[in-house]
Nanobody
């Protein structure tokens, strides 16, 4: 499975962006999909994940109520709608895919496939 992330950019605090991750070359519909992010000088952290059916969705506490993850299985695509952005949301955002369960959703090692990352910069 190959993952291609896009949609990053520069936005003012309070603004919105939508990230897109398109999968190709594999059984995308059977994998959970997720977004992680890595801020300058920090470790990569979990942002959100969605199970294949869309019935299970998880968010990091820091983005709950502001970010929404969704997927269009027919398009092999996952989205991350980011609203009310803050300067601390500045990071490179990575999409990932893998066979995960609830207890492993936030662990990078649970995902076998990664996209190249897209930079989100939020100015104050």
């Amino acid at each position: 499975v190959q993952l291609q992330a896009s949609g990053g950019g520069l936005v003012q605090a309070g603004g919105s962006l939508r990230l897109t991750c398109i999968a190709s070359g594999g059984a995308d519909s059977t994998y959970a999909r997720a977004w992680f992010r890595q801020a300058p000088g920090k470790e990569r952290e979990f942002v959100a994940a969605i199970r294949p059916s869309g019935g299970n969705i998880w968010y990091a506490d820091s983005v709950k109520g502001r970010f929404t993850i969704s997927r269009a299985i027919a398009k092999n695509t996952v989205y991350l709608q980011m609203n009310s952005l803050r300067p601390e949301d500045t990071a490179v955002y990575y999409c990932a895919a893998g066979n995960v369960i609830a207890s492993t959703r936030a662990y990078q090692s649970a995902y076998g496939y990664w996209g190249q990352g897209t930079l989100v910069t939020v100015s104050s």
